[in-house]
Nanobody, 119 residues
Framework: QVQLVESGGGSVQAGGSLRLSCAAS????????MGWFRQAPGKEREFVAR????????YYADSVKGRFTISRDNAKNTVYLQMNSLKSEDTAVYYC????????????WGQGTQVTVSS
């Protein structure tokens, strides 16, 4: 089992920055990759970014490319999402998720952290 706990959300003005953290615990050696998703009120949850645990390979949604950076610290079992040049449309609950070896999909989720960007 793996547990994920997000932190770092909050309120910021448009153009500002926030850094989210996701700390993993439990059988962290079973994690293949980790990602960030977000869900705005009345909208479907959407993919934001992901990072592969082994080699740090990253992938981003077009909507955040160039503004957000995902990174990892395997020694701390933590993944980060640095969010710069925030826009009001980035307002959402942000969720951390993990793909465990052999699962083929995100099967472990954190509780979410709120990010609010005011214009």
């Amino acid at each position: 089992q793996v547990q994920l706990v997000e932190s770092g959300g909050g309120s910021v003005q448009a153009g500002g920055s926030l850094r989210l953290s996701c700390a993993a615990s439990g059988r962290t050696s079973s994690i293949f990759s980790m990602g960030w998703f977000r869900q705005a009120p009345g909208k479907e949850r959407e993919f934001v970014a992901r990072i592969r645990r082994s080699d740090g390979n990253t992938y981003y949604a077009d909507s955040v490319k160039g503004r957000f950076t995902i990174s990892r610290d395997n020694a701390k079992n933590t993944v980060y999402l640095q969010m710069n040049s925030l826009k009001s449309e980035d307002t959402a609950v942000y969720y951390c998720a993990a793909v465990r070896d052999g699962m083929g999909q995100y099967d472990t989720w954190g509780q979410g952290t709120q990010v609010t960007v005011s214009s």
